[in-house]
């Protein structure tokens, strides 16, 4: 079974810096989907940014981009220029081609100094 | 379109009480996926449907857990019997299959979330 897996519970950043969130996953797929989702408090999920396998190239959305390090099975999440607005959860996910379902890491938490 | 859609947001229930929440899709997925999430953890998968059928269930899904998808439009998850260990927020999301690649992004709903007293 895939697993997920983020070792960081909490981060935090000073406004205007950069974080890097960690991820790492277990799957014996070849092919497959990593995302990364944010959840503010009592707010709805919402997808950031997806990377698929096959690509080599990382994924970037304006000011969040991710190493995917395939051979490590390890995938980051680096936030630029970080704002008040970016403090939630983040969580990592899996999902398989043709995905039925994603599979979470158990998220961490981002908090945003001014 | 206005999004992923849930009611109730939040619901209290005695225990042994049924519980019925609704979850509306995005109108033009045909994926719908329900997941449990408890305090301080990532989202657990519970089922998920294709259009009206079912093609997938968890093991956390006990027999006193049902769902259904009848139009193949918007949901509805049953929790028969309630016990304090339903006590979750239970996410609905949908998604439709992005061109050209097989991902499916998925797209949540606000949640619904359940006391269990």
């Known amino acids: 079974a895939q697993t997920v897996t983020q070792s960081q519970p909490e981060m935090s950043v000073q406004e205007a810096e950069t974080v890097t969130l960690s991820c790492t996953y277990d799957?014996?797929?070849?092919?497959?989907?990593l995302f990364w989702y944010k959840q503010p408090p009592s707010r709805q999920m919402i997808l950031v940014i997806r990377q698929e396998a096959y690509k080599q190239q990382n994924a970037t959305e304006n000011r969040f981009s991710v190493n995917f390090q395939k051979a490590a099975k390890s995938f980051s999440l680096k936030i630029s220029d970080s704002q008040l607005g970016d403090a939630a959860m983040y969580f990592c996910?899996?999902?398989?081609?043709?995905?039925?379902?994603?599979?979470f890491g158990a998220g961490t938490i981002l908090r945003v100094k001014s | 379109d206005t999004g992923v859609s849930q009611d109730p947001r939040h619901k209290i229930t005695k225990r042994g009480q049924n519980v019925t929440f609704r979850c509306d899709p995005i109108s033009e997925h045909n994926r719908l996926y329900w997941y449990r999430q408890t305090l301080g953890q990532g989202p657990e998968f519970l089922t998920y449907?294709?259009?009206?059928?079912?093609?997938?269930k968890s093991r956390l899904l006990s027999d006193r857990f049902s769902a259904e998808r009848p139009k193949g439009s918007f949901s509805t998850l049953e929790i028969q019997r309630t016990e304090q260990g339903d006590s979750a927020m239970y996410l609905c999301a949908s998604s439709w299959k992005r061109r050209g690649t097989g991902a499916y992004e998925q797209y949540f709903g606000p949640g619904t979330r359940l006391t269990v007293t």
């Open positions: 799957t014996s797929e070849s092919d497959y989907y």
């Open positions: 996910a899996y999902s398989a081609p043709y995905g039925n379902k994603l599979v």
């Open positions: 449907f294709q259009n009206e059928a079912q093609l997938e």
